[in-house]
């Protein structure tokens, strides 16, 4: 079939059958040359992370890895440039059963009489670095979920005994209760009506790595739920979980300013306070320009937020910052600038206050 095309176009040229043969071998074997190396590439990314066994034997690891708490742990990471990223608490605790060392050609992670509050992911990667700015080779990383099992404490231990859940309708929400022996069979329950809540494996997950998911939230959802773990013996409960539906639009701080007055005399107090409604979970800062601001005029600022429910189901969080000013002088007259900031960006909103 390759020979065809030349044959209407010229006549054969002696000896050119000879050629023909090599380019019918060499073509093909193109593609698999960049399937082997694609093939190398994969298997480099997966041998950067091992873990060091008995008698200094090292052992790639699997996606999961099972072991028994009280073990202690040894994880290489190959790279002079090596990141980690493993169970936050333990940097929150600073836990002294950590430690990671940087060598010429590896980094090393070790991880003392684990406990199942270890239970999570740990992970590696090489970061690629020019000048103070670095980034991660994608190519090069290594990760594993280790499960450290423990008859006493089926479920990841969590430092409080009751967490709020939100439900957002745009993202699937997540209830954590992690388990530390993957084959425990788990079920989730409603508190009340006590009654539990059908896993059908679609609109409702199990994922012994992060927990119950739900895939689209709906104000039905909310309430109060907590899960019930089984694996050879009795049956033990986690953490309670307050489930909490909103529905807020995203996008930067929806923000109203307003002073107690807008007129003030000598020497009266007078606040202006900035209000902002919106996401539940995600945090406002506040900034103050005010005409006091240059002559250092000292004001009193304080800032709070609390959760709100609004309509029916609808959780909403409202954030405020109140600026008061004692003893009113005519220095204070003037506008009142509030500047509302979060992720998504940021609003300013302007008052006046005169004498």
């Not at 480099?44 to 742990?73: C, E, P, W, Y």
């Not at 333990?90 to 950590?98: A, G």
């Not at 060598?103 to 103070?132: F, I, P």
């Not at 033990?236 to 107690?260: D, F, N, R």
Request: proline share 6%; glycine share 6%.
């Amino acid at each position: 079939v390759i020979g065809q095309p030349a044959k209407s176009k010229r006549p054969k040229e002696p000896g050119e059958n000879k050629t023909k043969p090599v380019n019918k071998t060499v073509k093909p074997k193109t593609p698999k040359m960049k399937e082997r190396e694609s093939a190398d590439s994969s298997l480099k990314s997966q041998s950067i992370l091992t873990q060091v066994m008995d008698k200094g034997h090292f052992q790639k690891l699997a996606a999961t890895l099972s072991l028994s708490a009280g073990q202690s742990i040894e994880l290489r990471c190959k790279g002079s440039n090596v990141t980690w990223n493993y169970p936050s608490y333990l940097d929150t605790f600073k836990d002294s059963r950590l430690s990671i060392k940087q060598l010429d050609r590896y980094s090393q992670l070790v991880l003392a009489n684990a406990t199942a509050a270890d239970t999570g992911e740990y992970s590696c990667w090489l970061q690629l670095c020019s000048g103070n700015k670095c980034r991660k080779d994608e190519t090069k990383t290594g990760s594993t979920y280790i499960f450290f099992t423990d008859k006493e404490e089926l479920f990841v231990p969590s430092p409080s005994y009751f967490e709020i859940v939100y439900l957002n309708p745009d993202k699937p929400a997540v209830i954590p209760c992690r388990v530390t022996t993957p084959s425990a069979k788990v079920t989730l329950h409603r508190e009340f009506p006590a009654e539990e809540i059908e896993t059908d494996g679609t609109d409702i997950i199990y994922d012994a790595k992060k927990g119950f998911v739900y895939q689209h939230p709906t104000s039905d959802h909310k309430g109060i739920v907590y899960c019930k773990a089984e694996s050879q013996g009795a049956p033990q409960i986690s953490i309670k979980y307050h489930l909490l539906y909103v529905e807020v639009p995203k996008g930067p701080p929806s923000t109203t300013i307003a002073a107690s007055s807008s007129r003030a005399g000598l020497s009266d107090s007078v606040n202006v306070v900035c209000t902002v409604l919106g996401e539940p979970d995600v945090d406002v800062n506040f900034t103050w320009l005010y005409p006091g601001q240059e002559s250092e005029r000292p004001v009193i600022i304080q800032n709070f937020w609390r959760l709100i429910n609004r309509g029916i189901g609808h959780t909403t969080r409202i954030s405020k910052s109140v600026l008061l000013v004692e003893d009113f002088e005519a220095t204070d007259a003037g506008k009142y600038i509030c500047i509302a900031r979060n992720l998504q960006g940021e609003t300013t909103v302007v008052t006046k206050v005169e004498l």
